[in-house]
Every structure is written in structure tokens, then in C-alpha cells.
């Protein structure tokens, strides 16, 4: 229990750069169509065959540009965007919404404390999980990836509740491809994510439920997933199933920087608390959000 106490404490206190391949090869097809447009009776052949690249070398130069910081880059960005109006949200979305500023404006403060924070230690990646189900666990992320998005940070929702996910639905948002999709179909990472507006972040969804969730969490094709996004989002929140519920928190520590603890108060009791965190290290607890305090 002391650990909980003491990360409540803590809570309280991004280019294109020049590519010498795609210069060659832009350079090369211009000197190719222009040599193409002259009389057949000047084509110099031999010039041709000096210098015309060979069929690997120009894939090998093909291979250079898809691999730049610019393309991967590119190839990161959401693939589609959605537009929400708050009448296909969940209400308990706060900090989706205009007419309750009070519990909006504590998840501001929870934002203001992360982005400090992130200043001074490693903090991209926090996983947001809970004890066990019923405490606003996904709620509790959502309104903090609004509240972040209002601090114009550029944040990710992953969703890593693998037994019971539930991103869309809370948002009111259908997606005909997902991560296990994505990956199973080794499709583009960007294929998977949606901006969501004009609430200014994105998610990573799951469509449904994934019997295995070990064959997702510990891939490499996961994990590199995730690196392809890592330079365009100042946060990534990675929702969780619940520590009581399921061993998927032991993955997906590796793949963040910290967790928080999600409690609501009256729904778990302190022997829930203290056998959920016992398999956490002090330090990776960041901090507790108590969800639904009077």
C-alpha cells in the first residue's frame, strides 16, 4: 500500500532531411525522359550503358527513400480521420463536453502533471490500467487523452485490453481494421489508426475480443508497430485489462514507461489494491487517479 500512497504524492507535485537516393533517382529519371525526347539518331548508347543505373542498384535506391525518416514518417500518419459530436460519445467522456468543467478541468491537472514530468524522465508511454473492471479504467484514459490534446500534446490511444476491448465503442466510432488486422494482414501501421475530431488525438483500436493476446503483445511485428509511431506523438496511453484479471500487464510493461493506477473508491477495497500492484516495481508506478470521488 505504501507504493500507492507515494505515487498519490507524485501526482499532486516531434524532416523531411535531404535524401541523396531520392536526389539520384529523380535526378536519373529526369535525365531519362529528356533523353527519351530527343532524336532517336543522339541517343548515345554507350553514354546510356555507362551510366544508366543497373535493375538492382535503382531498387536498392528505391529501398533508400522508402526508408527515410520523411517516409516513415508519412506512412505513421493516421489513415483515416472521424469526426464525433458529443451525441455519439459516452457521457462519462468529460472533458469531451462543455457543460461540467469542474471534473474536466482535474484531468487538465493530470495532464499539466504528465507533461512536467515527461520534462525531467522517459515518459511517452504510460499504461493506464486498474485492479479490476468497473472502475472507469478507459474512461479515466480518454478524458486524459482529451485533456493532453487540449494541452496541444500529440497523443496515441492504444488499445491493449485485448480480452475486453472497448475504445470504439466508448467513442461511438466503427473501424473495419484494427491492430490485429493490421497485423495480420502486415498491413501499414497507419492503416490502423484514426484521428479522432475535433478532439485532436488518435487511436489504435481493437475491433474485438483476441483469444491469444501473447501472440499480439510479445511479437515483434507489435513492437514495431508501436516504434513506427513513436516520433509524432508526445504521449502514448495504452489501455489495459485489469491487473487482477490478467497477465497481459507483465507484456506490456516492456512496452512503456510507467503505469497508472485507476481507483474508484467503494468498488475496490485495500486487498484488492495491494495484491494488483504487488507484482509492480515501486518505480513504475507514476501515480493513482481516484475515478468517482465525492
Known amino acids: 500500500m505504501g507504493k500507492v500512497f507515494k505515487a498519490l504524492s507524485k501526482l499532486e507535485s516531434e524532416h523531411p532531411q535531404s535524401n541523396l537516393a531520392a536526389a539520384v533517382v529523380a535526378s536519373e529519371d529526369a535525365r531519362l525522359r529528356e533523353q527519351a525526347d530527343q532524336n532517336t539518331d543522339d541517343f548515345d548508347f554507350i553514354h546510356y550503358s555507362l551510366y544508366t543505373p543497373s535493375a538492382e542498384e535503382m531498387e536498392r535506391m528505391q529501398r533508400d527513400v522508402a526508408d527515410t525518416p520523411f517516409t516513415r514518417h508519412r506512412s505513421s500518419q493516421p489513415a ?36 512536467s514530468a515527461a520534462a525531467e524522465q522517459p515518459l511517452k508511454r504510460v499504461l493506464i490500467t486498474s485492479a479490476q473492471h468497473g472502475e472507469g479504467r478507459t474512461c479515466v484514459l480518454l478524458n486524459l487523452a482529451c485533456a493532453l490534446a487540449q494541452a496541444k500534446q500529440r497523443v496515441l490511444v492504444v488499445d491493449t485490453d485485448l480480452h475486453s476491448p472497448s475504445l470504439l465503442r466508448l467513442l461511438g466510432v466503427d473501424s473495419e481494421i484494427g ?112 475515478n468517482r470521488a465525492d
Request: hydrophobic share 45%.
Open 179 to 290: 491492430i490485429a488486422e493490421a497485423l495480420a494482414r502486415n498491413l501499414q501501421p497507419r492503416d490502423a489508426a484514426i484521428t479522432i475530431k475535433p478532439y485532436g488525438f488518435a487511436i489504435l483500436p481493437l475491433r474485438e475480443r483476441v483469444e491469444n493476446s501473447a501472440e499480439i503483445l510479445a511479437s515483434p511485428a507489435f513492437r514495431s508497430m508501436l516504434n513506427s509511431f513513436d516520433s509524432d506523438y508526445d504521449f502514448m496511453l495504452f489501455d489495459s485489462s485489469p491487473l487482477l484479471e490478467s497477465n497481459d500487464t507483465n507484456l506490456l510493461m516492456k512496452l512503456t514507461n510507467a503505469t497508472v493506477m485507476v481507483i474508484r473508491p467503494g468498488k475496490t477495497n485495500a486487498g484488492h489494491i495491494s495484491k494488483a500492484i504487488a507484482p509492480l516495481a515501486e518505480d513504475n508506478i507514476f501515480g493513482v487517479v481516484l
Open 80 to 115: 483515416r480521420d472521424i469526426s464525433r459530436d458529443a451525441s455519439r460519445i459516452d457521457p462519462h467522456l468529460v472533458t469531451f463536453y462543455d457543460f461540467d468543467p469542474r471534473p474536466a478541468e482535474e484531468y487538465s491537472k493530470t495532464a499539466i502533471t504528465l507533461i
